[in-house]
């Protein structure tokens, strides 16, 4: 299979182990669960202008990447400069109805279309809700917010307590954007959430450096003094109300805004000392500090930070990594012989809102490196399906403008059918995705 599973290249600078932070969409557990007539099946894949007429269907999978459920429809056709091939609409459906039995209308058959359809609505209700939610994920790593009006309509409590909850117990969210939001001095109600964010955390028996870290694991706290000042004083109220003994004085919440202003030891030593700490913590704390500077605990926007320069500007607080797979360019779909297929061998990066394409670069015969090769914005993108008898499993990508012709993007061709279907239903749900994001962030700036 060509969708990978090994590390992220150095060109991107992702975390060792990038499956921890993507989650798990290709699942084919449930492929034997139910009888063949059951199954929500994709669109079939219809022949290109050589007359090689062969319909393929795509395997009968219930895969967490769809679309939306309304109106299940055929898709229209789109005609393609390269060759005729069915469009894949991402205002349409990539998953047709369960298929109705033409020959056996007894009750039991019956039973099977109505059970079958009873699952189709449910998988693509919940498959509109997970994507609703994602939106409302974007929103937030973008403008912060935004996301949080967008997810109070469907997901969230507009209270204190829940933002916080949610901030706290969401993984997909930038820590920048996260501190950027909690720590909007302007605005009562993050000031409310800020204080709630805090008090959902233990720091009982924790030493102060070790409490920091655990606050940095999922917040970036900005570089804004005020904004600073804000978080240390309601994180050392939190800190000293779960131990009290920490300090003796009249304002225990100063010892613990004292520690992020010394730089040496003595210094360090002599703002404390009024605060009669144990010296030997005083000097644990110093060491720690010294050793190990306090960052954040990174996210999905550090991944491609280092980086970005090389790769179109692609770190953006609200881009996530969707999926990796290698795949075969195509210059000539109408091609009858093989060309050489390592030249045109290629990673395929998707992102939410982004599909960037790299190519290996080798010396002395060794595969080394990554070369960012383009990169395509997925808002307004249109995918068609192809199939010659050179390239069995294509897939062109083609953007359509209102004013201008269709243009047709990238073409490639997978090495199975397998491997076009997981692609397919990544990127079709990503640009489903995209789009819808851009219209809930229009509509929710109307006056």
């Known amino acids: 299979s060509s969708m990978t ?21 290709h699942d084919n557990s449930i492929l034997s669960e139910y009888g063949e007539e059951e199954y929500v099946k994709m669109q079939p894949v219809f022949t290109s202008r050589d007359n090689f007429h062969r319909t393929t269907h795509y395997i009968n999978l219930l895969y967490s990447a769809a679309v939306s459920r309304e109106s299940p429809a055929l898709i229209g056709s789109s005609g393609s400069k390269a060759g005729s091939s069915e469009a894949l609409s991402t205002g349409s459906h990539v ?47 973008r403008e912060p917010m935004l996301g949080i009006q967008y997810l109070s309509n469907s997901f969230l409590e507009l209270s204190p307590p829940s933002v916080a909850k949610f901030l706290h117990d969401c993984s997909g969210l930038s820590k920048h954007k996260v501190g950027e939001y909690i720590s909007e001095l302007g605005n009562a109600f993050c000031m409310k959430v800020l204080t709630c964010f805090m008090d959902r955390f233990d720091f009982s028996d924790l030493r102060m450096d070790k409490a920091v870290r655990k606050v940095l694991e999922l917040l970036h706290i900005p570089g804004d003094a005020s ?29 613990v805004l004292a520690f992020s202003y010394a730089k040496k030891l003595n210094e360090f030593t002599e703002r404390l000392s009024r605060f009669h700490l144990d010296s030997k913590t005083l000097k644990s704390v110093y060491k720690a500090v010294k050793k190990e500077d306090f960052v954040d605990g990174g996210d999905h926007y550090t991944q491609t930070l280092p980086n970005s320069r090389q790769t179109a500007r692609i770190a953006s607080h609200s881009r996530r ?41 080798s010396k002395f015969g060794k595969k080394t490196s990554l070369i960012y090769k383009d990169s395509f914005p997925l808002v307004g993108l249109e995918l068609s399906l192809f199939h010659t008898s050179l390239y069995g499993f294509g897939v062109q990508i083609v953007r359509k403008g209102s004013q201008s012709p269709e243009s047709v ?14 692609f397919v239903m990544d990127l079709q749900e990503s640009i489903l995705e995209a789009n819808q994001t851009e219209e809930a962030i229009a509509k929710l700036r109307e006056p």
Do not use: H, W
């Open 5 to 25: 599973s090994e590390r992220l290249p150095d060109l991107f600078r992702c975390s060792p182990d990038y499956e921890s932070i993507t989650p798990a969409r």
């Open 95 to 141: 998953y047709e109805e369960p298929e109705r039995c033409k020959t056996d209308s007894g009750l039991r058959a019956r039973k099977k279309r109505a059970r079958a359809m009873a699952e189709y609505r449910e998988l693509m209700a919940e498959v509109e809700t997970k994507r609703r939610y994602r939106i409302g994920l974007n929103l937030f790593n």
């Open 227 to 255: 904004r600073l000042r804000k978080i240390l004083e309601v994180f050392s109220k939190r800190y000293v109300k779960c131990n009290p003994g920490f300090v003796s004085g009249d304002d225990p919440c100063e010892a």
């Open 321 to 361: 990594l969707v999926c990796i797979c290698q795949m075969l360019e195509v210059p000539d779909i109408m091609a009858k012989k093989d060309p050489d297929q390592n030249s045109r061998r290629r990673d395929i990066f998707l992102f939410n809102d982004l599909l960037i394409v790299t190519r290996q670069s």
């Open 409 to 422: 993007l990238l073409t490639l061709n997978a090495d199975s059918e397998l491997d076009r279907y997981k």
